[in-house]
């Protein structure tokens, strides 16, 4: 964030109370991620994002800016890439190899999500899934991976 310059509004609550927006913010997963952000209201409001670290912003979350002013979050469109199969077995185990890889996934009934990689789409093809590139929000579950919990998930291989 460029600190040179204030920013015209400052957001620095996630809000867990059902309160009417009064506009939006529509970002891409990545920035989503970031708890420090300087960017720009739906309504073309320049503002920067102060919450705590590790916030990841979900499409429906509701944000307070110092002013009482609250922002509904949207998902972007994105680049993503969706497998879709109707064989729960061939589903498993998409899943399992996507996230053996630590790739961030939307998983609904019959179909995953990722952001678009024409290797992974090659993966899904092998693994049987039929592989639709398109324009669509990108929603990945909550978990260790996503950023999305206070848990942070590491790993450390022991030599020994």
Request: charged share 20%; no cysteine; glycine share 8%.
């Amino acid at each position: 964030m460029d600190v040179a310059e204030p920013v015209e509004l400052q957001i620095v609550e996630r809000l867990h109370e059902a309160l009417p927006a009064e506009t939006t913010l529509t970002l891409p997963f990545e920035l989503r991620q970031k708890s420090r952000l300087r960017t720009w209201l739906d309504n073309g409001a320049d503002v920067g994002l102060f919450l705590p670290r590790g916030t990841v912003l979900r499409h429906g979350d509701l944000l307070r800016a110092t002013t009482g002013l609250v922002v509904e979050v949207r998902a972007a469109a994105e680049s993503v890439s969706t497998a879709y199969t109707g064989d729960g077995l061939s589903l498993a185990r998409a899943a399992y190899h996507l996230g053996n890889r630590h790739i961030p996934l939307q998983i609904r009934s019959g179909w995953v999500r990722y952001l678009h990689d024409h290797v992974l789409d090659k993966m899904m093809d092998e693994l049987g899934l039929t592989v639709i590139h398109e324009q669509a929000p990108f929603e990945p579950e909550a978990g260790a991976h996503s950023g999305a919990s206070a848990h942070h998930h590491h790993h450390h291989h022991d030599p020994t």
